[in-house]
């Protein structure tokens, strides 16, 4: 079973730039697919980012196309987020997973971090 520790997470105010790592151990065999999700408090989980790993395949959900970047350091196990032109509105716990299925925004993923939070003030 995979096991994903995030940290990166923080406080910014808006135009600011963060960058979220997740750190991936123990058994990841066939999960291809990496993504990045966030929450908001009362709203409900949102995909932000995938990554078909064996390609390099990106994707991401339109409110951040071209403030984000999803990245893999294969080295390190280590999956990345760069954040630029935050906004208040990015403000959300991020959670960092991982699945075997279809590499796509809306799929089920398996596994899952415990989540760190970013806070973007205006």
């Known amino acids: 079973q995979a096991q994903l520790v995030e940290s990166g997470g923080g406080s910014v105010q808006a135009g600011g730039s963060l960058r979220l790592s997740c750190a991936a151990s123990g058994s990841s065999y066939g999960t291809n697919c990496m993504g990045w999700f966030r929450q908001a408090p009362g709203k409900a989980r949102e995909g932000v980012a995938t990554?078909?790993?064996?390609?390099?395949?990106?994707s991401y959900t339109d409110s951040v196309k071209g403030r984000f970047t999803i990245s893999q350091d294969n080295a390190k196990n280590t999956l990345y987020l760069q954040m630029n032109s935050l906004e208040p509105e990015d403000t959300a716990m991020y959670y960092c997973?991982?699945?075997?299925?279809?590499?796509?925004?809306?799929?089920?993923?398996?596994?899952w971090g415990q989540g760190t939070q970013v806070t973007v003030s205006s």
């Open positions: 990554l078909y790993t064996p390609r390099g395949w990106t």
């Open positions: 997973a991982a699945t075997r299925r279809a590499c796509s925004l809306s799929s089920p993923f398996d596994y």
